[in-house]
């Protein structure tokens, strides 16, 4: 009986421990839960209270304008960082451009290098004298029909038929008339969708057979676009020309240079042919225009065409004669606005005296018999003058230079042929 007393004592109290144990568990845990959350919340709330802190701490620095230098500093950084980075960049594009620069050659290269010759032995404008509708008194015939026109307030040679060829009409046709320097100048006009013309370098009716190997080939074509060359199979293109060029109707220059076997041809202000060593040998001059056909609104227009004999260097002429006598400098019919083909010799003016800086010109205008005193003397000042104008807006100083012009006052040929009118009309470089 004690022991069943003793063994209930003691599961009692086994009981009721346990059920303490775990009342005291619960409540425990009870007791963290609230302590951990109670934790949290003022953790919480800290940081709240630090962000909110930190806010008004940057709204009070902006007022104070604490915040826009930070803020400028910070874009100042940035700047500094881009402009460092800039420069990098430059410095390497620099250094490439440099190196390109060391790579790539210095070129000088003159695409209209041409000096008309000195002395006139052969022009034909024409003249307005010639009578309008008849053949040109200065050429001769060789087939096709060819008359005078007055085109545009000028008179022409006009190509009307077939294929017309002229020749100058000289006394000695028959014999080699082109000197060993010469050169040869003329306008002409092809019309829309025209052929082209043949420059021939010998006499085709009188020189054909002067004992010359490939005489008959000793021709060039020109058409607009570019100048083929047949002796020597050359061909030049001008390269502001394109085939739709070469069909548009329009005035076009051609100069021809010929020194001791070279020869140059130019096609406005271009030089399109250039061969150091000609194979013939010219003798003469023929022109003809391909398939001229005036009911076709196809006729060929020629004017102001002249042969001259190339002469001295210029700066061996100023040591000898002190003087520079130019007639290759043009202008338009009564005025004193510079030709672009006048370019040659002032080009070549310009040079000397860049290379010799003691030189100083005095620029004169001279002009032939035609119209009267008083208009020829105001022309050739204006002429002189223009000169003058120009070779100073191209670099030299202008306490180098002065202009001014003596009208027909000074020939130096007769003014009864138009050879002579042609080297009365010039200009000169007078050494002072």
């Given at each position: 009986?004690?022991?069943?007393?003793?063994?209930?004592?003691?599961?009692?109290?086994?009981?009721?421990?346990?059920?303490?144990?775990?009342?005291?568990l619960?409540?425990?845990?009870?007791?963290?839960?609230?302590?951990?959350?109670?934790?949290?919340?003022?953790?919480?709330?800290?940081?709240?209270?630090?962000?909110?802190?930190?806010?008004?701490?940057?709204?009070?620095?902006?007022?104070?304008?604490?915040?826009?230098?930070?803020?400028?500093?910070?874009?100042?950084?940035?700047?500094?960082?881009?402009?460092?980075?800039?420069?990098?960049d430059?410095?390497?594009n620099?250094?490439?451009?440099?190196?390109?620069?060391?790579?790539?050659?210095?070129?000088?290269?003159?695409?209209?290098?041409?000096?008309?010759?000195?002395?006139?032995?052969?022009?034909?404008?024409?003249?307005?004298?010639?009578?309008?509708?008849?053949?040109?008194?200065?050429?001769?015939?060789?087939?096709?029909?060819?008359?005078?026109?007055?085109?545009?307030?000028?008179?022409?040679?006009?190509f009307?038929?077939?294929?017309?060829?002229?020749?100058?009409?000289?006394?000695?046709?028959?014999?080699d008339?082109?000197?060993?320097?010469?050169?040869?100048?003329?306008?002409?006009?092809?019309?829309?969708?025209?052929?082209?013309?043949?420059?021939?370098?010998?006499?085709?009716?009188?020189?054909?057979?002067?004992?010359?190997?490939d005489?008959?080939?000793?021709?060039?074509?020109?058409?607009g676009s570019?100048?083929?060359?047949?002796?020597?199979?050359?061909?030049?293109?001008?390269?502001?020309?394109?085939?739709?060029?070469?069909?548009?109707?329009?005035?076009?220059?051609?100069?021809?240079?010929?020194?001791?076997?070279?020869?140059?041809?130019?096609?406005?202000?271009?030089?399109?042919?250039?061969?150091?060593?000609?194979?013939?040998?010219?003798?003469?001059?023929?022109?003809?225009?391909?398939?001229?056909?005036?009911?076709?609104?196809?006729?060929?227009?020629?004017?102001?065409?002249?042969?001259?004999?190339?002469?001295?260097?210029?700066?061996?002429?100023?040591?000898?004669?002190?003087?520079?006598?130019?007639?290759?400098?043009?202008?338009?019919?009564?005025?004193?606005?510079?030709?672009?083909?006048?370019?040659?010799?002032?080009?070549?003016?310009?040079?000397?005296?860049v290379?010799?800086?003691?030189?100083?010109?005095?620029?004169?205008?001279?002009?032939?018999?035609?119209?009267?005193?008083?208009?020829?003397?105001?022309?050739?000042?204006?002429?002189?003058?223009?000169?003058?104008?120009?070779?100073?807006?191209?670099?030299?100083?202008?306490?180098?230079?002065?202009?001014?012009?003596?009208?027909?006052?000074?020939p130096?040929?007769?003014?009864?042929?138009?050879?002579?009118?042609?080297?009365?009309?010039?200009?000169?470089?007078?050494?002072?």
């Amino acid at each position: 009986m004690k022991k069943l007393k003793l063994i209930l004592i003691l599961l009692f109290i086994v009981g009721f421990s346990q059920n303490t144990e775990a009342q005291f568990l619960k409540k425990l845990q009870k007791h963290a839960k609230k302590k951990i959350e109670r934790e949290a919340e003022r953790r919480a709330e800290r940081r709240v209270d630090k962000q909110i802190d930190k806010e008004f701490d940057a709204a009070e620095d902006m007022i104070d304008g604490k915040g826009k230098k930070k803020g400028k500093k910070k874009k100042e950084k940035r700047e500094k960082r881009k402009d460092a980075e800039q420069s990098k960049d430059d410095s390497n594009n620099s250094n490439k451009d440099k190196k390109a620069k060391k790579k790539a050659p210095k070129v000088v290269w003159s695409k209209f290098d041409f000096v008309p010759g000195d002395t006139v032995i052969f022009e034909d404008m024409p003249s307005s004298d010639e009578e309008n509708g008849e053949f040109p008194s200065r050429w001769d015939l060789v087939k096709g029909q060819v008359e005078i026109a007055e085109v545009d307030g000028e008179q022409v040679l006009m190509f009307i038929d077939g294929s017309p060829e002229i020749i100058p009409f000289l006394k000695n046709s028959k014999e080699d008339y082109l000197p060993e320097v010469f050169t040869i100048e003329f306008d002409f006009y092809k019309p829309k969708e025209g052929n082209r013309i043949s420059v021939y370098l010998y006499d085709t009716k009188n020189q054909e057979n002067l004992a010359y190997p490939d005489y008959s080939d000793m021709y060039m074509d020109i058409d607009g676009s570019q100048v083929s060359e047949k002796l020597n199979g050359v061909n030049g293109i001008d390269p502001k020309m394109n085939y739709q060029t070469k069909l548009e109707a329009r005035w076009i220059h051609i100069s021809i240079a010929y020194t001791k076997g070279k020869l140059k041809v130019y096609m406005d202000d271009t030089r399109v042919i250039n061969i150091p060593h000609y194979t013939g040998k010219p003798s003469g001059l023929t022109l003809q225009a391909y398939w001229a056909e005036l009911s076709e609104n196809k006729a060929f227009y020629f004017k102001n065409i002249r042969i001259a004999k190339g002469g001295v260097k210029y700066y061996d002429r100023v040591l000898s004669e002190g003087k520079i006598i130019v007639n290759g400098i043009k202008f338009d019919v009564n005025k004193a606005t510079l030709r672009p083909e006048s370019m040659g010799p002032i080009n070549k003016i310009y040079k000397m005296m860049v290379k010799k800086p003691a030189l100083k010109f005095s620029v004169e205008g001279h002009t032939d018999a035609d119209g009267s005193d008083a208009t020829n003397l105001a022309l050739s000042k204006k002429r002189g003058e223009a000169v003058m104008k120009k070779l100073i807006a191209m670099g030299i100083d202008s306490a180098r230079l002065k202009s001014d012009g003596f009208g027909e006052s000074k020939p130096i040929a007769e003014n009864t042929t138009p050879e002579g009118k042609a080297n009365n009309r010039r200009v000169e470089f007078v050494k002072f």
